[in-house]
C-alpha cells in the first residue's frame, strides 16, 4: 500500500507540474498508474486536490533538499546561485507561475496557504539564509536579501524558454542572470 501511494505522487507530481491542475484529471492519474479511480480515493479521501498538495508538498521538497545541496557545494554567493541555477535546469520546471496564476486559484483558501508556505519554505526561504549570510559578509547590501530569493527563482525558471530563444545554453543564461542579479547590467567606472 505505501508503494502504491508513494508511485500515485510520483506520477500526479509529474503530470501537474507539466500540464497543471484542471489539465490533469483523477482519470488520467489513474491510468498512468494502472489504478481505477476509486482506488485513489482510498489513497487520497480528499480526491483531486488532495492528492495536488500532497504531490505539490512533495515536489517542493525535492526541490528543497536539491537548491540546498547546490548552495553549500559552493562558497560565495555567485558560485552558490550559479550551482542552484544549474541544478535547477537540469530538473523538470515546476511551472511556478502557472502554479500562482491558475493552479493554486483552484484550490480551497486553506490549501492555497498551506502550499504557498511550502513553497516559501522550500524554495524562496534557503535563497534567502544565503543571502542573509553573504550580506553579513558584504557581499551584498542587506537591503536586496528580501528580493533576491524570488528574483532568482522567477528568472531562473524562465531560462530554459530563454535558451530556445536566443540559442544560448541555459547554463550559460543563468551564470548571466546571476552577475545580472549580483552586479547589475551597468557599467562600472
Not at 558560485?79 to 544549474?86: D, K, M, P, V
Not at 486559484?105 to 522550500?122: D, G, I, K, M, N
Amino acid at each position: 500500500m505505501p508503494d502504491t501511494r508513494e508511485r500515485i505522487l510520483e506520477v500526479a507530481s509529474s503530470l501537474f507540474m507539466e500540464h497543471g491542475y484542471a489539465a490533469v484529471s483523477l482519470s488520467r492519474i489513474a491510468q498512468a498508474v494502472g489504478l481505477r479511480v476509486p482506488s485513489l480515493y482510498a489513497h487520497f479521501p480528499g480526491g483531486k486536490e488532495q492528492l495536488y498538495v500532497e504531490a505539490s508538498e512533495r515536489a517542493l521538497e525535492r526541490y528543497r533538499r536539491g537548491i540546498e545541496c547546490a548552495l553549500r557545494s559552493s562558497r560565495d554567493l555567485r558560485q552558490a546561485l550559479c550551482a542552484a541555477a544549474h541544478w535547477l535546469l537540469s530538473q523538470p520546471p515546476m511551472n511556478l507561475a502557472r502554479m500562482v496564476r491558475t493552479d493554486l486559484r483552484r484550490l480551497s483558501p486553506s490549501h492555497q496557504r498551506q502550499v504557498v508556505t511550502r513553497a516559501f519554505e522550500c524554495l524562496v526561504r534557503p535563497l534567502l539564509r544565503w543571502a542573509e549570510d553573504a550580506a553579513e559578509r558584504g557581499e551584498i547590501g542587506g537591503e536586496h536579501v528580501p528580493f533576491l530569493g524570488p528574483v532568482f527563482l522567477v528568472a531562473t525558471e524562465g531560462l530554459l524558454d530563454a535558451s530556445r530563444y536566443s540559442g544560448l545554453p541555459a547554463e550559460r543564461l543563468a551564470e548571466g542572470v546571476v552577475d545580472l542579479l549580483l552586479d547589475g547590467a551597468r557599467q562600472r567606472r
